[in-house]
């Protein structure tokens, strides 16, 4: 057995309380794996409290349940927290995950930060959720899966991998998928609830199209206004998914979506094929992925810099590469 998740089991079998944390504006996976692995607990330790823990929540996956309430940091004091798919401490959407008498780490990303007394950090993983799903399959005889649980863990397989199509999809993926499916979980109804959109957002899809930007060396990107948001009537998260609408330009390989705030930062989101842009994430108060990654910028001026950074690098990937789209 992995000798991570061993000590892991131990400590939850050790503690009374568990408090689960995951990183502020969640996607799919951040939800599925908090919400994913406190069903399971539960499910296993009817005994036990288990409370997730979390400041912030995405309406778009309103579809997996609610949260719950957050305690008293009082409350902290005895209990074991466990943070999940969150690389870093300033990520972690409630503060006071350090109240905790332990805290646990299970990630994905890289691993910049160390801040918990015990990590499990597998950053080949296509998601957290599949580390969770790992963690069931080395506990099979000890825990106790259900349909909703396998629900949660599966949504977060199926998103941060971009519906098994990104590289880090292993063969391990999809056993541990088919291991989870086979609890019986209704793909159709998950399906429906990721793709449906308002009517409104193809709207707002069709405007992205028009007004996209491609620079020189192929890097495709749009700056979201707050007068945009307003005119389409989106929330910030219907604004931040126009990434994912310029993910298949031929001879593009970068694309990113600038997407201003109400209080002046304009977050960045930089997705990439074949060639690593976390770089570039991490010189704009950021980082994440190699070919998914987060980032802040506060003016025009650097949005600037950014994209033509941007430029250089997949130019020179460009002349040094055959073989890309
Ligand atoms: P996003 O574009 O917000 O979906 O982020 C893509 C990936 O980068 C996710 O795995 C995030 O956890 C990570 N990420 C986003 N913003 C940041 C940031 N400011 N610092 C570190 N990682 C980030």
Redo the contacts with the bound molecule.
């Keep these: 057995m992995n000798e991570q998740v061993k000590l892991i089991f131990e400590k939850i079998k050790e503690y009374d309380k568990i408090l689960i944390f995951r ?1 502020f ?1 969640p ?1 799919g ?2 939800v599925g794996s908090s919400k994913g692995l406190a069903t399971l607990l539960k499910n296993t330790f009817p005994e036990k409290k288990i409370y997730l823990q979390n400041a912030d929540f995405a309406e778009y996956l309103a579809f997996l349940g609610g949260e719950d309430e957050l305690l008293a940091p009082e409350e902290y004091a005895d209990a074991l927290g466990i943070v999940v ?4 401490q ?2 972690i959407s409630c503060k006071n995950y350090s109240l905790c008498k332990e805290l646990i780490k299970i990630d994905h ?1 890289i691993p ?1 930060q160390s801040y918990a007394g015990l990590e499990w950090v597998e950053e080949h993983r296509s998601s957290c959720c599949e580390m969770i799903a790992a963690f069931y399959d080395e506990l099979k005889t000890e825990l106790k899966m259900d349909e909703a649980a396998a629900t949660l863990i599966y949504t977060g397989m199926v998103t ?1 991998s971009g519906r098994f199509r990104f590289r880090e999809v292993s063969p391990e993926t999809m056993r541990l998928a088919g291991l989870i499916l086979s609890q019986g979980i209704d793909t159709e109804w998950l399906y429906a609830n990721l793709y449906m959109k308002e009517y409104h957002t193809f709207k707002f899809e069709g405007y992205v199209y028009k007004k996209m930007q491609i620079s020189k060396n192929g890097v495709v990107s749009m700056f979201i206004t707050n007068k945009m948001k307003k005119k389409f009537g989106l929330s910030s998260e219907d604004a ?1 998914a126009a ?1 994912s609408y310029m993910d298949s330009v031929k001879n593009s390989l970068v694309w990113i979506a600038f997407i201003e705030s109400d209080d002046g930062a304009i ?5 990439s094929r074949f060639l690593p842009i ?1 770089d570039i ?2 010189r704009y ?5 190699a070919c ?5 910028v506060y003016s025009k001026a650097e949005m600037k810099a950014l994209v033509k950074e941007a430029d250089e690098k997949l130019k020179e990937y460009k002349m040094a590469h055959e073989g890309w789209l």
């Design positions: 990183h504006r996607d996976d951040a798919d969150t690389a870093t300033d990520r990303h910049v941060d931040s990434v977050r960045v989101r930089l997705r976390s994430a991490e108060r950021g980082g994440g992925h998914a990654a987060g980032a802040t």
